[in-house]
């Protein structure tokens, strides 16, 4: 064992004098090993050799091992294995000293201590984990927030070092003019320096997987969130609700619009903000941007919404067209009413330490859809006018209107002016066309000159298509009020009347305090009446005229007065004007009708001097008889399809005819010879005449002559 020793040059101590070997056994040890010394042995007091070996590899431990020759041997075990948390104080202290000192970043001043390759092998280590799949996401909650924590802590490394190294370089440049009076000393200098730029490079390799890495699993949880919500949407049924329970169970379901659960929300927040701390800003935005315009596209697609072109809706037959709006207006309501809300809220819970962030991707996303939406609008108010469109253009009209107001709360007061300039645009637009389209209704009027009368004196198509027209234009009175009000100085350059905003100076100053709309409804009706007396001089007999107005007159009144809407804006009395004319026709009728039966009726003519008569009065009976043949057999034809009228009329003529048929009979029969001459004469009884008076106007005609009924 001596020898061996020797063969080493370590030293020895001698058992009597304890004293070294010479000098040359002291430089020999200086050369190979600083680190071996000689203990004693207690049993046999000889120099035996110790040997402290450092830098053994980490797994070793520290061990005493006795030799056969009595040799101890003492093995130095390494330091515990680094823990990420602990390091993370280290790297934190030395951040803390550099950002404060940022603005005098020293190059020649050693920055860099030990600590920080321990600190990047251990992120190296777990970000390894998260890739190979051995640590998952959202499994353990401390397990991702230690990662975030490293992961930050290189994200500040990398702004520091990079400030480092730009002083580094700064400085080299400055010395290449000097590079032959460079010491040794600079040499390693500028060499430590290069090493540093190794590490920045490093920690930018690092930074840059950890990002990979967060932006994958960023792009994943808003993917599942998204098709998640998606599929629980489906299988609640895509369809608009028509029942009230359905309507509560899927407002119920668009509540949960986003469909993003509150963990993973918390996950992708804490995520987009090491991506934005790390500057990779622009990626996580662009994964939101995408993920999010996909998740509307799902949410329109739900709602039964399909995106049409502006060229396709202008090549849309109407009836196809028409059943699009209804979505479109749901589709609308529910974007301004829940989804723009439940995004507004999403976007400011995932990039909550930056709001200008958060309002620039809200308007950037939602701002396309809205546009979207107006575009259709727009389309729509394109296409060629139709009186049966107005009702669509209405409801689309109230739909924006109504928005506006809570679309107004959701955008940030730089954008804000923008979306509502272009809702009130789409809006007016739609507007004008309903008011176009609405005084159109002047033209429509003029145009039917049909010469043609409606057989039987019934009630005109004309007037039953004008006055259903109203009474559902007035469903939307109000709706129609703003409308006229705000378009009151509109020229209709396609209508030859003048517009109904304008007041002729006849006007009273009632018509002139009226609402533009309510103006305009009464200038259609006086079209309308102006119209049906054209039509009523196309009939031959003036009593058939007259029962024509009484007709179109009484149906047009009681439309009116069986609508709440259009009654408040025609007003009692329009509807008191109207019955007054109806009454005046009504009479007009009894005296063009029945006037000659009375006539034939009047004892006038029939006394001389106390004596009757009889071929006078047998004229009378049968001139009597064929007048009212004649009328029983033409107005049992006419028709009064409004029974109140009819009853009336017929109750009118009743009273009329009856007592004077009855008091002439009872008067002027005695005058005839019983049996053949009054059979001949006599063919009604007064309830006879009664009875045929129930025939008139039910439209059915009436070919043979009127018998005597029993």
Known sequence: MEKNLDEQSIPQKDEENNTNVDDTSKSSLSETNDNVEVKPDDENKNVDDVVHVEGEPKE??????????????????????????????????????????????????????????????????????????????????????????????????????????????????????????????????????????????????????????????????????????????????????????????????????????????????????????????????????????????????????????????????????????????????????????????????????????????????????????????????????????????????????????????????????????????????????????????????????????????????????IVNYLRLACEYKDTLEEVFREHSKIERADSTSRPHYENDNQQSKEKENTSPFAAQLTRVMELLDANLEGKAKLYKEVPLSCIFMMNNGRYIVQKIKGSAEIYAVMGETWCRKRSTELRTYHKNYQVETWSKILTCLSPKGLSDNGKVPKPVLKERFKTFNALFDEIHKTQSTWVVSDEQLQSELRVSISALVIPAYRSFLGRFSQYLDPGRQTEKYIKFQAEDIENYIDDLFDGNPHTAQVRKKA
């Open 60 to 465: 070793e431990k520290k061990e005493e091992k006795e030799s056969e020759e009595g040799v101890t041997v003492e093995v130095t075990s390494p330091e515990t294995p680094p823990n990420l948390e602990k390091v993370l104080e280290d790297i934190d202290r030395f951040l803390a000293i550099n950002e404060n000192n940022n603005n005098n970043v020293n190059p020649n001043e050693e920055k860099i201590p030990e600590c920080v390759d321990k600190f990047l092998d251990l992120v190296e280590e777990k970000i390894t984990k998260y890739d190979s799949g051995e640590t998952k996401w959202g499994e353990v909650m401390e397990e991702d927030s230690s990662l975030l924590e490293g992961v930050n802590r290189v994200s500040k490394m990398v702004k520091l070092l990079s400030t480092m190294i730009i002083e580094f370089q700064y400085g080299e440049k400055e010395a290449e003019g000097d590079a032959e009076k460079e010491n040794e000393k600079e040499k390693d200098e500028k060499k430590e320096k290069r090493d540093q730029l190794m590490l920045v490079n490093r920690v930018g390799a690092i930074q840059q997987r950890a990002m990979s890495y967060l932006e994958e699993e960023f792009r994943m949880l808003m993917e599942e969130s998204r098709n998640q919500n998606k599929t629980d949407s489906d299988s609640k049924g895509k369809n608009v609700a028509t029942s009230e329970s359905s309507e509560n169970e899927s407002t119920e379901m668009v509540m949960e619009f986003p469909g993003f659960k509150e963990e993973v929300i918390t996950s992708l927040n804490k995520i987009a903000c090491e991506m934005l701390f790390a500057g990779y800003d622009s990626e996580c935005y662009h994964i939101y941007t995408v993920s999010r315009k996909h998740g509307f596209n799902d949410g329109l697609n739900k709602l039964g919404y399909e995106r049409i072109s502006m060229d396709e809706v202008q090549k849309m037959q109407w009836e196809s067209l028409e059943r699009e709006i209804p979505s479109w207006i749901n589709t609308f309501k529910e974007c301004a009413t829940v989804w723009f809300p439940g995004e507004r809220k999403l976007v400011a819970s995932i990039f909550s330490d930056n709001q200008s962030v958060a309002d620039t991707l809200y308007t950037e996303l939602t701002r396309v859809v809205v546009f979207q939406l107006l575009n259709f609008a727009e389309s729509v108010a394109m296409t060629k006018r139709a009186a049966e469109k107005l009702f669509k253009y209405l409801d689309m009209y109230e739909a924006l209107r109504d928005t506006i107001l809570n679309l107004e709360k959701l955008y940030p007061e730089n954008i804000v002016d923008d979306i509502k300039a272009e809702i009130t645009s789409a809006k007016n637009r739609l507007g004008e066309v309903a008011v176009l389209i609405f005084c159109e209704l002047e033209n429509s009027i003029k145009s039917d000159s049909g010469k043609t009368p409606v057989a039987g004196g019934a009630v005109h198509p004309l007037t039953r298509y």
